[in-house]
């Protein structure tokens, strides 16, 4: 019925079709009114998400390039004193009384213009004593104080002191051309709104004033192997074996960790934290050597090699055994060999944290240390040759067999670790935070297991109770 | 040999000036694109809403979608037919959200038990736009919906039945309800109509 009257086949269809299909008349004026106005609400509501979204991602950009900053920055050595050859002072008749950890002029000095210098032209005062002219001419003023961030404080004997015998060096100094000294460490001041936990908490928390805040969640770990330190130390059995594959090369390297952690956030921006994770690790690396023919075990079908290796569960004896491809009883020249090493681990990790956090709304910055207890088992431990220098050998008729089954039982190893976070709170009950931050798994130096690194990524999702 | 179409110069296009304008949030170019539109776009909306307010109702909320998603124009087919299908979804959703479209339809079964095949014979197409306007309007807003999306925007029973959220045996059974239920209509209002008529004589 509907196909013999399809779209149109119907004469009412048609009629309306021919009557109503063009039909056209003028709505009110004030439709377009209503339609200008919700056509500007809508402009203003998309500009609106549109600048959130992009303060977000400059947001996520800054704190991205922050951590990333901290994690990867190489280890700085501290700044020398200003007193150190660079500077030419070293020519100073009187010794520099070191600054002590209770002066408080500590940053300050180094941080602030030399007391003898002009504030507003750093150089009028360093050219004034350059020898030529009255070597004394620039008095420290009556009651300088020392500035700090806060204005000044009041001097006291000791930082008097300190000021004395800046200016005396200043005068004695010999030194043809002194260019201003550049402060080496800027004193660090930090914006308004990033003000410690305690004060702008009640913001976005204004709910809940309290003096902690307790949560659970849950945490995905994502790490990389950094750094293998194998011990310089002989097998503990002085076992001498005949061929040593110690050489190693990284290859590939994976931590997938999950679990549950819970901790506490204090008022005062103390973060306490711990939980439990399951990690699953796996290390492939390559160990190559040479080997001599003149200690063949066997000499009939395949020729077989004792060698030895590391692992992360201590030095492993193993027998090559390489398939001549023609067979012979004559021994080949030694030849360099390579073989594939590939370890998984599962662990089970019961870290602890202490921590300190800064709070801005909805955002909070923290960093974090502490230590860690993993009992780690070897789940599995794969060998395989992966290439022979050698043209009287059969690399894809090669063959490994480990002298031992690997250990099935739990090895309790103590870590420690670092991170660095950032925590965005879209609801008070609820936390979502990345870290950045490195472990180092931390053994007992008589122990010939390495000592490994990682570097890990993190994300936690959190509910606070 | 074809044109490559990097060497193609764009043709001026006053259309697609308009439209740049509009995306620039250009007032009056808003203006003057609404007013090339508004009066077949408020046509379409009154053959679907109850009332003259009600059509007005959707034409607002359809502009509004119209402007909000005018970037979104590929300059694939004819705009007017971009900005008819743009404004119709907005109005069917409307329905759709009000539960009113889809609602089981009370009609006296009665009334309708004229045959099908009849139409045919008492199809007027003589009839004033205005009147079958009204005639429409009156149809309970199930047939109302149905009939102007098959009859007028030609949409198959399976396009109906997707987007109305409805089994496609529903909507045939709707359509056949609607046209015999706007034969009713044209009926009355003829008579209304004659009526009138005898009355000035």
Known sequence: MEDHYKNGNNPMDDMLSKGLGDYAQAPGDEAWAAINAGRKAGIASSNRRFLILRWAAILLLFCSAVLAAMY?????????????????????????KQPTSKDSTELVLESTPLPYQDESDPGKGVESFNGTNDPRPHQAPEKPGIPTRDRYIKPTRETEDAQEDLSEIAINMDIPNVQ??????????????????????????????????TYAGF???????????????????AHQPDHELYNERLVHSSRNTMGVSMGVQLANGLILETGVYQSTSTVTQIHTGRFDPKNIQKLDDKHEYDAQIRTAGGYRDCQVKLKPKQPSHNPPKPFDVALEKEETFNSIDIPLNLGYGLQYDRWMFS???????????????SLTVSEVNSED??????????????????KSVWGMHGWVSAEYRPASYLGVQASLGSSLEWR????????????AAEIIVKWYL | MRTPNFLKIPPNNPEKDLLDRCLKHDERACFEFYGRYKDKMFGMCLRYAVDHNEAQEFLQEGFIEVFRVLKNYRNEGSLEGWVRRVILNVLLQKLRSQKRANDPIQYDDDLLNHQLEDEADDADSTIEPQVLMKCIQNLP?????????????KWTHKEIAEKMDIGIG?????????????????????????????ERE
């Open chain 1, 72 to 96: 990867w920055r190489p280890i700085q050595h501290e700044p020398e004193e200003y007193s150190s050859s660079q500077d030419g002072i070293q020519h100073s008749k009187s010794p520099l």
């Open chain 1, 180 to 213: 201003p000294i550049e402060p080496k460490w800027k004193s660090v001041s930090f914006p308004k709104w990033f003000a410690p936990m305690s004060s702008t908490t009640e913001s976005f928390l204004a709910p809940h004033k309290r003096t902690f805040h």
């Open chain 1, 444 to 455: 007992k130096s008589t122990s010939n297991q390495p000592q490994r690194s990682w570097r």
């Open chain 1, 219 to 237: 945490s995905y770990q994502d790490a990389r192997l950094g750094k293998v330190n194998y011990q310089k130390l002989p097998p503990p059995d």
């Open chain 1, 393 to 410: 050998y059969d690399l894809s008729l090669s063959d490994i067999e480990l002298s031992a089954p690997i250990s099935a039982s739990f």
């Open chain 2, 141 to 153: 807003e199930g047939y109302r919906t149905i009939l102007n999306l098959y009859a007028i925007e």
């Open chain 1, 367 to 381: 960093a974090r240390a502490g230590a860690d207890l993993s009992l780690i088992k070897q789940k599995d431990l």
């Open chain 2, 170 to 198: 529903t909507s045939k059974s709707q359509l056949n309800r609607a046209r015999k239920c706007l034969r009713k209509e044209l009926e009355k209002e003829k008579q209304v109509y004659g009526r009138s008529l005898q």
